[in-house]
């Protein structure tokens, strides 16, 4: 894992998203199946997509990580979607992340928290 951060709420806003990138240094791709975050009450990946001009998120499901590469979650595209968000997220800090693969199991994270990538 690499470039972990996490995207400061804003205003009375429940949402928000984790971005990274994580990279498979297997010789068998991997799967990101789940994430939790201790702060949200429901965490998923989810995809930025343009439809119509407009930019909408959809469900992303598991995530796959071929062997020998890396994927980055970043705005804009793939992201780990928080929602029910509570207490609201403040740039400076730090939460708790845990994220699930199908081969390396559990993986849990600091992550600091920011008002816009580093």
């Known amino acids: 894992m690499a470039d972990a951060w996490a995207r400061a709420t804003i205003g009375t806003a429940t949402v928000s ?16 199946v789940g994430a939790d975050a201790k702060r949200a009450g429901r965490t998923m990946f989810h995809r930025s997509v343009i439809e119509d001009g407009i930019m909408k998120m959809r469900h992303a499901g598991a995530v796959e990580i071929p062997a020998g590469a890396t994927v ?5 595209g793939l992201h780990v979607m928080l929602t029910g968000v509570s207490p609201r997220l403040e740039s400076g800090e730090r939460i708790a992340v845990t994220l ?14 920011r ?4």
């Not at 980055?72 to 804009?76: A, D, T, V, W, Y």
């Open 17 to 32: 998203a984790v971005y990274l990138s994580v990279t498979n240094h297997g010789d068998s791709p991997d799967h990101l």
């Open 72 to 76: 980055r979650l970043e705005p804009g």
């Open 100 to 113: 699930r693969f199908e081969r390396a199991g559990e993986m849990r994270l600091s992550v600091p928290v």
């Open 115 to 118: 008002t816009s990538p580093p």
